[in-house]
């Protein structure tokens, strides 16, 4: 392909830059998408689909290069390893709205590979990377129902703001991903601060109006460089194996989908003894020559693939139809919720227990210091720490399976992260409540929407964990069912409804607003219409289970554990960190020695002391206090004598600082010898005389009130 490029002016502006046929010549389909001096590359390879493969294989990943920021990585190797989180949380973004716009049909290998070669502090290269995707999918010509296109769409002073700055979306209430097609939206990821439903709503739209501009902007690019979009209908049928299906199994399938008191479990077995009775065995016992069998024999997977859409099938015209799901419940009905804190021992800071219906969460809080942040200097956002972490773990026993446990994947990551972002609106300000928090939701149980079950269980964490919390959060994953013009809305979906539903929809919140949401479709488009809907059914959702929650605690108790670390933090100087940390540490070592508490030192002066009894805590800060202290003539100190010359001594009279008393200090009558009246190590009362030229200390002894010298003594003992 030759080189070609394209401008695209889009929303009030906006401008991105597009540029194919110049770099990776290899690739199917590749592209140079740039906004500002941000600039992402992104390619779209297929290859021929391996044998036995009956899904489709999509990689996506995104790589980050610290060149792109004109920064060196740290470590011994100096060069980029496993991707940071946001990395990975990134290549889902791009994974999602392009997953459902392939067709089922297709099963080639395909990789979408995303790398930001330059970054600067105003554009996210995340929404570039979705539209260079759709672009690179195009250029590739593989079968995709595209064009599709990402804007961000933030809230400052109230004016709604697409693809807003690093800055803005800091500074802003809003932070909101919206994909789409021609058909509607596809993908919603947004971080809120407790913002209104209707706000939420129409900040979707908004975004949405901008990604139209996107995808004809892509029309026009494919058209210009001749490449037709057409998607071929290959959808896996067998007429005759279908009506063997429907004939022997249909009835019983309807019977057990009605049969509302069988649990996950039981209905799956259910389900499972059918297809291997009434199907497999009556197959097997065909003629060698039978179309049936031959299709079969030809296709191993098939009888179970057509069987699951049956299932499908008559699951979602049962809702459609009767308006009645698999477990009996109403449409907009919640499962029974239960919900406990203080489960673990007080060892642990806090922990909660939220179960809805079979999906069960056990949330556990920790309180640490400063340093226990997370550094995330090695990404390529400007936000170098993070003091709010949430872990999301998915044993395998929470779904009755055996496997290898592994480290978190995607999915976990992206569970974590989506719940992490729900509770950070609602966090005290850490001038008011200095300590690092991470929460680790361990899913015990999993039928349905368990990062909303772990928002819902780490907010009765925190809350038994002391930490003031200005509002509880819950969550409720909605789910969708669409036949033709028919659609019908499912709260809190479980897992068959969201294996063979068309969305899922999650939204959490407090009573105000909401604080996350993210959305994702398995059809090509939703119009605006049903995900207001959807917006305003979960609230009610929302509003039950937080109601639950609260009968279990309602207030964040007023007493941490007795084994969190107590915090205190001090302000000092900067000028003075390097006399509290000393000559190679040894100074704070010696503290933390001393009282057995953990000190950091931010640059800015901040110090943050953590022990586990406050009484040491505060011994800490007061030496800190101390030590810093700023000298003034006339101040009285009890010091100690650290060495003595013939004419006078040196008194240390705070950790790291001395000065020194004249022989002609020392007493009110005349000293013949400094070690007549003091020796090296005695503990003496001294008042700051002044300072020398060199700004040396000059201390003495005379002149000093009893008052004073008692005054002195007795700080010296705290």
């Known amino acids: 392909m030759e080189e070609y490029n394209k401008s695209i002016s889009f929303f009030e502006g906006r401008d991105i830059k597009i540029q194919v046929g110049l770099l990776a010549p290899q690739a199917g389909g590749s592209v140079l998408i740039q906004a500002g001096e941000t600039a992402v590359f992104v390619t779209a390879t297929r290859t021929k689909g391996r044998e036995g493969i009956d899904f489709l294989p999509l990689t996506v990943d995104y790589e980050e290069r610290l060149y792109a920021a004109g920064r060196i990585p740290g470590g011994f190797l100096r060069r980029e390893g496993r991707p940071p989180e946001r990395a990975t949380l990134t290549s889902r973004l791009i994974d999602r709205p392009l997953r459902p716009l392939f067709p089922s049909w297709l099963r080639d290998d395909l990789q979408i590979v995303a790398t930001t070669l330059s970054m600067d502090e105003e554009v996210p290269p995340d929404v570039l990377a979705v539209t260079g995707a759709s672009v690179a999918t195009l250029i590739a010509q593989i079968p995709f129902y595209g064009p599709m296109a990402a804007v961000r769409v933030g809230l400052v002073n109230d004016e709604f703001i697409i693809n807003p700055t690093f800055r803005e979306i800091e500074n802003g209430d809003l932070d909101l991903v919206v994909a789409g097609t021609p058909d509607g939206i596809v993908m919603v990821e947004a971080g809120a601060n407790q913002l209104p439903e209707q706000d939420i709503i129409e900040a979707i ?58 649990d996950k479990k039981t209905r799956d077995e ?13 197959i097997k016992a065909l003629a060698d020559d039978d179309e049936i069998k031959v299709a079969v024999s030809e296709n191993s997977k098939l009888v179970g693939n057509l069987f699951k ?53 056990l949330s556990i809080a920790t309180l640490g210091t400063s ?73 015990l149980s999993s039928n349905g929407s368990t990062s909303m079950g772990s928002v819902c269980g780490s907010t009765l964490a925190l809350m038994d964990a002391g930490v003031p919390i200005t509002k509880p959060v819950s969550g409720a994953a ?91 933090t001090m302000k000092i100087d900067p000028d003075m960190i390097g006399l509290v940390i000393g000559p190679g540490g040894k100074t704070i070592k010696g503290i933390t020695e001393q009282t057995g508490s953990k000190i ?37 100190y009890l010091g100690r004598v650290s060495r003595i010359i013939d004419i006078g001594a040196f008194v240390e009279v705070l950790p790291g600082k001395e000065g020194m008393i004249h022989i002609s200090q020392l007493a009110e009558h005349r000293v013949g010898k400094v070690e007549d009246e003091v020796t090296i190590g005695d503990e003496i009362v001294v008042k700051i005389r002044g300072f020398d030229q060199k700004g040396r200390l000059n201390l003495t002894r005379l002149g000093i009130h009893p008052e004073q010298a008692a005054i002195a003594r007795q700080e010296s003992q705290i």
Do not use: W
């Open 205 to 262: 739209e908004f975004g949405y109006e901008a990604i139209l501009e996107l995808i004809q902007a892509q029309k026009d690019l494919i058209q210009e460089l001749g490449i037709e979009i057409k998607v071929e209908n290959k959808e896996e049928d067998n007429p005759a194996v279908v009506n063997f299906i429907h004939e022997k199994a249909g009835e019983e399938i309807k019977k057990i989908l009605c049969h509302f008191d069988y």
């Open 270 to 282: 259910a389900l499972d003894n059918i297809q291997a009775t009434l199907v497999v065995e009556p």
């Open 309 to 361: 859409q049956l299932t499908k099938k008559l699951m979602r015209r049962q809702i459609i139809d009767d308006g009645v799901r698999v477990d009996g419940r109403k449409l907009d009905q919640v499962r029974p919720i239960s919900s406990r804190v203080g489960l673990l021992p007080a060892r642990v800071h806090g922990s909660g227990l939220f179960q809805r219906g079979l999906t069960q969460v």
């Open 371 to 443: 340093g226990d942040a997370q550094d995330l200097a090695d990404d390529l956002h400007p936000d170098f720490e993070k003091r709010y972490l949430h872990h999301y773990n998915f044993p395998p026993y929470s779904v009755g399976e055996t496997k290898p446990l592994r480290p978190p994947g995607r999915r976990e990551i992206g569970h974590g992260a989506l719940a992490e972002r729900a509770i950070t609106p609602v966090l005290p300000p850490q001038e008011d409540f200095p300590y690092v928090i991470r929460v680790v939701s361990e899913v």
């Open 478 to 568: 909605m789910g969708l069912i669409k036949e033709g013009e028919e659609v019908r809305i499912l709260t809190d979906i479980q897992g068959i409804e969201d294996f063979l539903g068309d969305m899922d929809f999650k939204v959490a919140g407090t009573d105000s607003g909401i604080t996350a949401l993210q959305m994702d479709m398995k059809i090509t488009g939703l119009k605006m219409e049903t995900i207001a809907d959807a917006v305003k059914q979960a609230r009610e959702a929302r509003l039950h289970i937080l109601g639950e929650m609260m009968k279990t605690i309602n207030t964040p108790r007023k007493e941490l554990s007795t084994y969190a670390p107590r915090l205190m």
């Open 600 to 636: 950091d030192i931010a640059d800015d002066g901040t110090v943050t002391i953590c022990a586990v009894q406050a009484e040491r805590g505060q011994q800490a800060k007061r030496i800190i206090q101390t030590m810093t202290r700023k000298l003034n003539e006339g101040d009285v």
